[in-house]
């Protein structure tokens, strides 16, 4: 069993920057694949952006590329993801997901890549106020 904590949401206006984390613990090395999926109000789960725990290729939503960074710390089995030039469409719940075996959770799509994620944390809430 795979444990997802997220840290670092909160309240910005548009234009700042938020820097959000996400600790796993467990069983860690199942984890194939680590990612950022967002809920906005009302609307259905996206992703956002996904990092390879092996070789730290990373992938990304056209509508974040640009702006948001995905980095990994694999001694500390934590990802980071740096968001710049936040706008009021970036206002969400954002989840810390990871995939890896059995991989018997929903699919989501993050640029190019159609993956299951089979484990989740409880979200950081980010607020961009114009």
């Known amino acids: 069993q795979v444990h997802l904590v997220e840290s670092g949401g909160g309240s910005v206006q548009a234009g700042g920057s938020l820097r959000l984390s996400c600790a796993a613990s467990g069983s860690t090395q199942t984890i194939d694949y680590m990612a950022w999926i967002r809920q906005a109000p009302g609307k259905q789960r996206e992703g956002v952006a996904r990092?390879?725990?092996?070789?730290?290729?990373?992938h990304y939503a056209d509508s974040v590329k640009g702006r948001f960074t995905l980095s990994q710390d694999n001694a500390k089995s934590t990802i980071y993801l740096e968001m710049n030039s936040l706008n009021p469409e970036d206002t969400g719940m954002y989840y810390c997901a990871a995939g890896g075996f059995p991989y018997n959770g929903s699919y989501y799509v993050i640029g190019p890549i159609r993956a299951k994620y089979n484990y989740w944390g409880q979200g950081t809430q980010v607020t961009v106020s114009s």
């Open positions: 990092i390879y725990s092996r070789g730290h290729t990373t």
